[in-house]
């Protein structure tokens, strides 16, 4: 992943890069106390855009150019480990993001709220007749039934986020079965 | 019903649930072998050209045999994955059963409950209280009736007897016109159907005796004789 794909003059993809991100200072902290605000405020929203964009779920947060958004190579402007730090930090506070864990290497970007997502999930579910049926968690994110739809691809931890959101509102259950197997969600019907 | 269902409701997972997801998984594993031993039968064959192509026959030979194990392998797992979808299957299909089964009953159930809310005795009951109750209206009103009328009840007894009168007036007056009707073509009808009826009569009645007394025949001949000839001319009028 080091150095993956490189985006040209302000796009990747077909994503389009707002102005700041073009400009040197932004990738540095300012150091004026109102000018920091509104610079990490510009920041949190284009991780999240992008994030949603692209459906990336896991951002890394390390020393690495491995993730486009954070390194404009046409200006030699990348964030350092402490900015992102920062950043993604906001997000964690705003209930955007997620730690993975202490070390602080890497955070699930909620681009949706998890009762977002978890409406997402049921209204996939009921589409396809899934009330009171099972279905795998890596069926939810590969199989053929979520095949182009938003659920495709989705994080796991995410997914299961928004299972046990499901769960309080009594409308699925995560479960696993016997030894060796993969872990289960069945869906109720809601009343 | 729906609170019911409701009311029973606590997200439980049945054993049922946990044998879709053991053949689900099962499932998932078959198919990651099955990928695996598409690759190798892709990389045999890929091999065995290449050895084809540089001339070494007997090593192309061995990759191909090694091909084809692998498409036994691939074969087999096919068929395996075919059995954990048919299981999957029956498993959905017997819970449908399971559910219709439970619906029905259930309807059944209501049914039943809302007939014995409504058993016959009390029907029966309910019928002879309505009957009481007029009955014993009935008397309170004759009684009641008794009492309060005993002038008025004469005075209409002098009024049936008034209307009786004038209605005989009206008869007296109205029966001349009556032979004006058309009288002619019933005689004709009532005729035909009563001597119909006479002929059948006899038809039903002859068929009978020869039947019954075939030993009688000497002394019975002529008095046969006579009827069937007798049946005959009906017959013929008829």
């Known amino acids: 992943m080091e150095g993956a794909s490189t985006s040209g003059q302000g796009r990747d993809g077909d994503f389009v890069f707002p102005i700041f991100w073009q400009y040197p200072p932004y990738f540095t902290l300012q150091p004026v106390k109102e000018t920091q605000q509104k610079q990490r405020l510009l920041w949190k929203d284009l991780i999240l855009r992008y994030c949603r964009h692209h459906r990336i779920h896991v951002v890394p947060v390390t020393e690495a150019d491995d993730f486009p958004l954070f390194h404009n190579p046409a200006i030699n402007r990348r964030l350092s480990r402490d900015v992102k730090l920062q950043l993604v930090d906001d997000l964690v506070k705003q209930g955007s993001a997620l730690w993975f864990d202490r070390s602080q290497r890497s955070a699930l970007v909620l681009w949706r709220p998890v009762a977002e997502w978890a409406d997402v999930i049921y209204g996939w579910a009921r589409g396809n007749g899934l009330e009171d049926s099972v279905v795998t968690v890596e069926e939810m994110q590969t199989g053929v039934m979520v095949a182009g739809t938003d659920l495709e691809g989705l994080h796991r931890e ?26 289960g969600v069945k869906f109720f019907t809601a009343n | 019903m729906g609170a019911a269902a ?9 054993e049922v649930d946990r044998a879709v997801l053991t053949l689900k998984t099962q499932a998932r594993k078959l198919e990651q072998q099955r990928t695996r031993i598409q690759g190798n039968v892709d990389r045999e064959l890929a091999v065995a050209k290449e050895l084809v192509a540089s001339g070494r026959k007997e090593r192309a030979l061995l990759a191909l045999k090694r091909k084809k194990l692998q498409e036994g392998q691939a074969a087999r797992l096919d068929a395996w994955l075919l059995n954990v979808e048919e299981m999957l ?64 009840a004469e005075a209409a007894a002098e009024e049936l007897q008034q209307l009786e009168a004038q209605l005989m007036d009206e008869q007296q007056l109205e029966l001349p016109r009556a032979p004006d009707a058309a009288l002619p073509a019933a005689p004709q009808a009532e005729q035909q159907a009563a001597a119909g009826e006479a002929a059948e009569e006899l038809l039903a009645e002859l068929p009978s005796v020869p039947q019954t007394r075939p030993v009688a025949l000497p002394a019975g001949k002529e008095a046969a004789a006579a009827e069937e000839a007798e049946a005959e001319r009906v017959l013929v009028a008829a």
Do not use: W
Request: charged share 35%; aromatic share 4%; proline share 1%.
């Open chain 2, 6 to 14: 409701s009311k029973k409701k606590k997200l439980e997972i049945n």
């Open chain 1, 158 to 183: 995410v997914l299961v986020r928004a299972v046990r959101h499901l769960e309080g509102q009594g409308r699925a259950k995560l479960f696993s079965g016997g030894a060796g197997d993969d872990e």
């Open chain 2, 89 to 152: 299957l029956n498993l959905e299909t017997a819970k449908n059963q399971q559910r219709l089964f439970a619906a029905l009953k259930e309807g059944t159930s209501a049914v039943k409950e809302m007939q014995t809310a409504l058993p016959l005795e009390e029907v029966e009951q309910l019928m002879q209280d309505g009957a009481d109750a007029k009955e014993y209206e009935d008397s309170l009103r004759q009684m009641l009736g008794e009492s309060l009328n005993a002038e008025e």
